[in-house]
């Protein structure tokens, strides 16, 4: 997999938007951008995926830069309920394995 | 409802004595994975599987065991568990190819303690 590298944790108010950086700069032309959460000790939770346009549905947006060596993940009116570990993955592609790496801790605050 | 199911939730058991973990989904997902989640360490994949009869190690491997005998259904056995077993762990699907495994679903996390 792809190297990413994500702050340790992040603060954001409730309402407002939470943006969370991911670095991957040794991404391949062929890699994909993954994006997932846990809330404390349930089951991650898949959110958003993207290659090297923009995307978004209904949980987030996904903002990938034009080199594609980093991305952000944007939560566009952050909630108590979104505190939870972000984890943003670029697994090799089509290759099997998973790896989750350490993630960003959000804590969203009222 | 979409989901996948592992039993039991919770689990106290010694060491040695042998022991399953079932994870089941109904989502007719050809891919089906494993984790463990400890503290410091994060999640590791321990085996996964990309269809019926077809099954590969993951990171972590040893002491545990899989089959996949049926598409819906993942077991975990761990034939002579250890105190180092102690764990959360996690069962996950998904399609299969073209990149879809690594959309996955997760269950809700079976916590095992042995002592």
């Known amino acids: 997999d792809a190297k990413t590298t994500q702050p340790t944790s992040m603060d954001c108010a409730e309402g407002r938007a939470a943006n969370l950086p991911c670095n991957h700069s040794?991404?391949?032309?062929?890699?994909?951008v993954y994006w997932y959460r846990q809330i404390h000790s349930q089951g991650p939770q898949y959110i958003i995926h993207?290659?090297?346009n923009n995307e978004t549905n209904e949980m987030a947006s996904l903002i990938i830069t034009e080199d594609r060596k980093s991305s952000t993940l944007i939560l566009p009116h952050a909630t108590l309920r979104d505190t939870a570990v972000y984890y943003c993955?670029?697994?090799?592609?089509?290759?099997?394995?998973?790896?989750f790496g350490s993630g960003t801790k959000l804590n969203v605050k009222p | 409802e979409a989901q996948v199911t592992q039993n039991p939730r919770y689990l106290i058991t010694v060491t040695g004595k042998k022991l399953t973990v079932t994870c089941s989904q109904n989502?007719?997902?050809?891919?089906m994975s494993w984790y463990r989640q400890d503290p410091g360490l994060g999640l590791r994949q321990i085996y996964y599987?990309?269809?019926?009869?077809?099954?590969d190690k993951g990171d972590v491997p040893e002491g545990y065991k899989v089959s996949r005998k049926e598409k819906r259904n993942f077991p975990l056995i761990l034939e002579s568990p250890s105190p180092n077993q102690t764990s959360l762990y996690f069962c996950?699907?998904?399609?299969?190819?073209?990149?879809?495994?690594?959309?996955?679903?997760f269950g809700p996390g079976t916590r095992l303690t042995v002592t």
């Open positions: 996950a699907s998904s399609l299969s190819g073209s990149g879809r495994q690594y959309e996955q679903y």
């Open positions: 040794t991404i391949s032309g062929n890699e994909y």
């Open positions: 993207g290659l090297k």
């Open positions: 993955i670029v697994p090799l592609y089509n290759f099997n394995k998973f790896y």
């Open positions: 989502m007719n997902h050809e891919y």
């Open positions: 599987s990309m269809n019926v009869e077809v099954t």
